[in-house]
């Protein structure tokens, strides 16, 4: 037994993981098979499926078993890649945006972010860069003190040919060089136990802090596409979409002059490439299609939503607001509280503590039993039971909470 692992605990549930200083939790990124399932079964005796060479198969992001290092208790968080067989990049990033706002919602915050990548990439090809810049914006600058950037897989290069790529990575304002200036930490890992532990307890001192990703879509209630990462993901398509457009382009005269000048045998290769070249188009238009369409949501489409959205963001604000008195020390509050006083204020004085409109009760019919729905639906009921009593409340709360903050001397402006 390596010293400061025990047996994994059998606990699955390990409740409130911002509250728990003894609770740590690591958010584990990387495109598709770098090996964070790999990583994540070693380190927690977890049996979570790990990838062949052709297919990807983390589907969904799931946590391992939580285990013990140095007497904390460590939950591990597996995460699809992007570049995956299966799915498209809009498609993961809805995936893990869900489940990292969810767990903001319910105030859990990570203590750390592993990002995984292959020491045997011979260069940062453009799906590897894209990955990248997209994992920046999802933490944001001032999480990147969290993140330990881990190369793995050394047993596969030639050690000087290694330690040329890191270097290169290192130095490079393409990769990982804007991360370290910021705090982000680099770690080799080889696949041993001892390895993993050592990543593991670079993360341990750590204070939990909510990533860019999820203070956008809760404190600032923004849509997917509307968030750094999600505006991030938008631009590489785009610039996919430009890519294949021009070699399409360039396919179709290359093929005219085959042709001009009888070279069948060239003409009929051009062909091909430009089927390839059209379906690629055809793909990523798809992807910018379903990341346009979550931008302006099913929901709007379904017609109610649009009306009834500045609603549903005042119940979802009161209820923060309300999370605030509940338990003021929790400080994941002071983050945003300014911008929640400000638009239950803003928001408000549009209802001017008028009766429950009848279309917010109309919005509880909104899209079915889809899961999508249930939070926020969730959040609904309990605005109609608590709003008369949050609208006394409110004045009494923003007094304290300003009271606090001037009292904490942290120079948050409120207005
Ligand atoms: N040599 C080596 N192979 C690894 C390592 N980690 C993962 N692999 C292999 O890489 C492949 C992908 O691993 P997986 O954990 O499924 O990657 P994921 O897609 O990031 O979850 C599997 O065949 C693993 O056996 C490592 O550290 N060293
Ligand atoms: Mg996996």
């Not at 299966?86 to 105030?107: I, M, R, T």
């Not at 503590?353 to 279309?359: L, M, Q, R, S």
């Amino acid at each position: 037994m390596v010293s400061g692992r025990t047996l994994p605990s059998q606990k699955h549930e390990s409740g409130n993981l911002a509250r728990d200083s003894k609770s740590i939790s690591i958010l584990v990124m990387g495109s598709t098979g770098s090996g964070k399932t790999t990583l994540i079964n070693l380190a927690s005796g977890s049996k979570l499926r790990v990838s062949d060479s052709l297919h990807s198969c983390t589907e969904d992001v799931q946590t391992s078993i939580p285990f013990d290092v140095d007497g904390r208790e460590v939950t591990l968080i597996d995460t699809p890649g992007f570049d995956d067989t299966n799915k498209s990049d809009v498609a993961v990033l809805d995936l893990v945006a869900h489940f990292l706002k969810q767990q903001y919602e319910q105030s859990k915050t990570l203590h750390g972010i592993i990002y995984l990548h292959r020491i045997t990439d011979n260069r940062m090809n453009g799906s590897s860069t894209r990955s990248f810049r997209m994992f920046r914006k999802l933490c944001g600058d001032s999480t990147l003190k969290n993140v330990v950037i881990v190369t793995n897989m050394w047993n596969k290069v030639h050690v000087k040919e290694g330690e040329s790529r890191e270097a290169e990575l290192r130095q490079d304002d393409r990769f990982f060089k804007p991360a370290l200036d910021n705090q982000a930490k680099t770690a080799r890992h080889d696949n041993t136990i001892p390895s993993v532990l050592d990543i593991i307890r670079k993360i341990l001192p750590n204070t939990a802090a909510p990533l860019t990703l999820q203070q956008e879509l809760v404190d600032h209630m923004k849509r997917l596409p509307e968030t750094g990462a999600g505006i991030e993901l938008r631009d590489g398509l785009k610039e996919l979409e430009d890519r294949f457009m021009k070699e399409l382009l360039d396919l179709k005269h290359e093929l005219q002059e085959a042709l001009k000048e009888l070279k069948v045998v060239d003409a009929k290769e051009i062909k091909e490439e430009l089927h390839n070249s059209r379906t690629g188009l055809v793909r990523i238009q798809n992807e910018l299609k379903n990341l346009q369409a979550q931008a302006f949501g099913k929901m709007d489409a379904e017609g109610m939503w649009k009306s009834m959205s500045a609603e549903v963001r005042v119940a979802m604000m009161f209820k923060r607001v309300q999370a605030v008195t509940d338990d003021p020390d929790n400080d994941r509050f002071w983050s945003s509280l300014g911008d929640t006083i400000k638009t239950v204020k803003a928001l408000a004085t549009v209802f001017n503590a008028h009766p429950i409109p009848p279309h917010i009760q109309q919005a509880l019919t909104v899209g079915g039993d889809s899961p999508r729905y249930t939070n926020v639906k969730a959040g609904i009921r309990e605005w109609i039971n608590t709003y008369p009593k949050t609208v006394q409340k409110l004045e009494k709360i923003t007094e304290k909470a300003i009271a606090k903050a001037g009292k904490k001397k942290r120079g948050w402006k409120f207005w």
